[in-house]
């Protein structure tokens, strides 16, 4: 079979209206096994192309653009940029899919949709890998996020998106130009003889909005589906993760799902699963179950 991707979407409901969340899928349509993997705030399905070639022999690996990125619409109202509405969009996907369970992987804002979705009475995450985020998110990161997050950036060149992107993801580790150009291609737009960034900037607006009140609600809600979890879960982390603190992490492996935790030393927020090191942590893991 060919190992080439897939590009379809489906038809999602915010309550401004309809909207379409494009996805790449990978290995046999037909396969009963489905991951879906589940990217960043400011990233895109394409993230996970070199996991999803390496999983596609055991799933139809399914690996969504949130709404709002990529080759997704963008929504009438930015303050629907927020988790609630991706985990609506995410059981609209799966119901797609015609999946009875699935194995969930999510990078940060991902893990965020993946928590609050397996938390939840009756839910298809029957296996579930949380990347380098929790219920807890350190402010120091939020506000490095902040710094740059919906700011209008265009290239020239893609060259200049290339050193773009390598700055402000330094954390991410990649280790070559070639590797930094594999995630900056396609989180690209054509913009008359230039290039943007392939998200709405409006998804800062719910980001900005947020309080401290606001935040110690989020966060205790997060806790509380955390901790309502009961399929198995490992959580990865990158060693020197600015978001994912290691006592966070920590208090994860003891409470809720009781986590398994896996660190990677020498990255930051987040692992992009891009090494054998990283790929055979994840394939370990959800090939147990």
């Not at 990233?43 to 996970?48: K, V």
């Not at 015609?98 to 009475?121: D, E, F, K, R």
């Not at 009756?122 to 296996?127: G, K």
């Amino acid at each position: 079979m060919s190992n080439a991707p897939r590009f379809d979407s489906v038809q999602c409901l915010s309550p401004a209206g309809l909207h379409r969340m494009a996805y790449v899928e990978w290995g046999d349509p037909h396969n009963p096994r489905v991951l879906v993997c589940v990217h960043g705030l400011t990233r895109l399905g394409r993230d996970f192309d070199r996991l999803a070639r390496a999983m596609a022999e055991h799933y139809r690996v399914v690996c969504p653009d949130v709404v709002g990125r990529g080759r997704s619409d963008w929504l009438r109202d930015p303050m629907h940029y927020v988790v609630p509405q991706y985990v609506a969009d995410m059981v609209t996907l799966i119901a797609r899919l015609n999946a009875q369970s699935v194995h969930w992987v999510g990078t940060s804002m991902g893990g965020l949709i993946g928590i609050s979705l397996a938390g939840l009475a009756d839910s298809p995450v029957s296996r579930l890998v949380i990347n380098d985020v929790g219920p807890r998110l350190d402010a120091a990161a939020l506000a490095r996020i902040g710094s740059y997050l919906g700011r209008p950036v265009r290239f020239a060149t893609l060259d200049e998106a290339i050193d773009y992107v390598a700055r402000v993801a330094a954390p991410f580790g990649l280790r070559s130009r070639q590797e930094w150009r594999e995630i900056t291609e396609p989180a690209l737009r054509a913009d008359g003889d230039g290039w943007v960034l392939h998200y709405d900037p409006l998804i800062a607006m719910p980001f900005a909005a947020v309080t401290p009140q606001s935040a110690a609600a989020g966060e205790s809600t997060m806790w509380k589906l955390y901790d309502a979890i009961r399929c198995p879960t490992l959580l990865t982390r990158g060693a020197e993760s600015d978001l994912l603190s290691r006592e966070t992490a920590e208090l994860m492996t003891r409470r809720g799902a009781h986590a398994r935790l896996v660190e990677f030393a020498g990255i930051g927020h987040a692992p992009m699963f891009f090494d054998d090191e990283q790929i055979s942590a994840v394939r370990d893991f959800l090939l147990q179950g």
